[in-house]
T-cell receptor, first 110, second 114 residues
Framework: AQSVTQLDSQVPVFEEAPVELRCNYS??????LFWYVQYPNQGLQLLLK??????LVESINGFEAEFNKSQTSFHLRKPSVHISDTAEYFC????????FGTGTRLLVSP | EAGVAQSPRYKIIEKRQSVAFWCNPI?????LYWYQQILGQGPKLLIQ????????DSQLPKDRFSAERLKGVDSTLKIQPAKLEDSAVYLC????????????FGPGTRLTVT
């Protein structure tokens, strides 16, 4: 079955520390990969996406994700987080329709 | 550019009652989606429209859920009768097309069934 796994339900981190949010998926064919962010009481917003080409994709606010085909992973990273990055992050894979992981809550404290 | 609008934002009903949610997508977006997000889970696609036609409704519980997109613009999702397990946030999203196109999400409707 097609699935998206986010093993970490919650990741606490101090401000200015690096962070990695993990995402693995099950597929043997090429897929489109996405990271969405959900701030409290708001809808989901696209953070970044991988469609083809360079395996490293970046967002405008310092996040980046690397597509690893052999490990079927699309982990999200940021070298230095801010308090304002506190939110829920969802990995999603387009298996003819968008399938979301269960989400990882990033908690940034001072 | 106005975003995806949804109403109401919150709804509390008793089980066996009916409820309806409304969504107005971004102007010009041909594709509209309804998702169900249960607490602690990621959004799950219920139904996808392309203009006013249904593309995918394989995960819509058709014995109680129905959705329509008349005129290919706004859409309504109805639950009748509601069950306790329907308590969730119902998200509407729209995009220019399917697949690689970015989906833009509304703020959602939080439904509580008591």
């Amino acid at each position: 079955a097609q699935s998206v796994t986010q093993l970490d339900s919650q990741v606490p981190v101090f401000e200015e520390a690096p962070v990695e949010l993990r995402c693995n998926y099950s597929s043997s064919v090429s897929v489109y990969l996405f990271w969405y962010v959900q701030y409290p009481n708001q809808g989901l917003q696209l953070l970044l996406k991988y469609l083809s080409g360079s395996t490293l994709v970046e967002s405008i606010n310092g996040f980046e994700a690397e597509f690893n085909k052999s490990q079927t992973s699309f982990h999200l990273r940021k070298p230095s987080v801010h308090i304002s990055d506190t939110a829920e992050y969802f990995c999603a894979v387009d298996f003819q329709k968008l399938v979301f992981g269960t989400g990882t809550r990033l908690l940034v404290s001072p | 550019e106005a975003g995806v609008a949804q109403s109401p934002r919150y709804k509390i009903i008793e089980k066996r009652q009916s409820v309806a949610f409304w969504c107005n997508p971004i102007s010009g977006h041909a594709t509209l989606y309804w998702y169900q997000q249960i607490l602690g889970q990621g959004p799950k696609l219920l139904i996808q429209f392309q203009n006013n036609g249904v593309v995918d409704d394989s995960q819509l519980p058709k014995d109680r859920f129905s959705a329509e997109r008349l005129k290919g613009v706004d859409s309504t999702l109805k639950i009748q009768p509601a069950k306790l397990e329907d308590s969730a946030v119902y998200l509407c999203a729209s995009s220019l097309g399917g697949g690689a196109h970015e989906q833009y999400f509304g703020p959602g409707t939080r439904l509580t069934v008591t």
